[in-house]
T-cell receptor, first 109, second 115 residues
């Protein structure tokens, strides 16, 4: 229900520290994974993706790690900034995109 | 380049009333998606269009929801009649299609409140 949805897992980090957001996905047949960032009042915004034949991919300040053995995905953000504060969703592709629940990242000075 | 445009941004209606949402995808994007997002949860796909054809509407509650993309560009999503449980954010997204890439670009959404 709505009250459950309000209790998002939250990660609080200090500005400048590194952040690690974790995600467990459900289907071993998923071939593609994406991390999205969603700020309040906005739609999800693509951050980085990774195909199932890779285990690591780096972007600007972000790195995605994929562990297919345990069906785990992580997003690492280096030198976290206040502008990184948002809800982060992982998504797996099994025909269509299936989104996880989301993690709220809070950055404090 | 303009992003995905949705209107209205907010809509408040009483239960049993009809409501419609409009989406204009990014120019040239053949694939259009409608998602439902409940508070604190990830988006859930309702329907996907390839040009004007609905290729995946398996999650669309067809007793009350309908969608159309008549000319393969903009799209409308309708609920009739709305129920209390329909209160959510309705997101539209578009992507170039297989040859142009599968990255989905989301609009800001329409927040629906059913009283």
């Amino acid at each position: 229900g709505e009250s459950v949805g309000l209790h998002l897992p939250t990660l609080s980090v200090q500005e400048g520290d590194n952040s690690i957001i974790n995600c467990a996905y459900s289907n071993s047949a998923s071939d593609y994974f994406i991390w999205y960032k969603q700020e309040s009042g906005k739609g999800p915004q693509f951050i980085i993706d990774i195909r199932s034949n890779m285990d690591k991919r780096q972007g600007q300040r972000v790195t995605v790690l994929l562990n297919k053995t345990v069906k785990h995905l992580s997003l690492q953000i280096a030198a976290t900034q206040p502008g990184d504060s948002a809800v982060y969703f992982c998504a797996e592709r099994l025909g269509k995109l299936i989104f996880g629940t989301g993690t709220r990242l809070q950055v404090f000075p | 380049e303009a992003g995905v445009v949705q209107s209205p941004r907010y809509k408040i209606i009483e239960k049993k009333q009809p409501v419609a949402f409009w989406c204009n995808p990014i120019s040239g994007h053949n694939t259009l998606y409608w998602y439902l997002q409940n508070l604190g949860q990830g988006p859930e796909l309702l329907i996907r269009y390839e040009n004007e054809e609905a290729v995946d509407d398996s999650q669309l509650p067809k007793d009350r929801f309908s969608a159309e993309r008549l000319k393969g560009v903009d799209s409308t999503l309708k609920i009739q009649p709305a129920e209390l449980g329909d209160s959510a954010v309705y997101l539209c997204a578009s992507s170039p299609g297989e040859k142009g890439g599968n990255e989905q670009f989301f609009g800001p959404g329409t927040r629906l409140t059913v009283l």
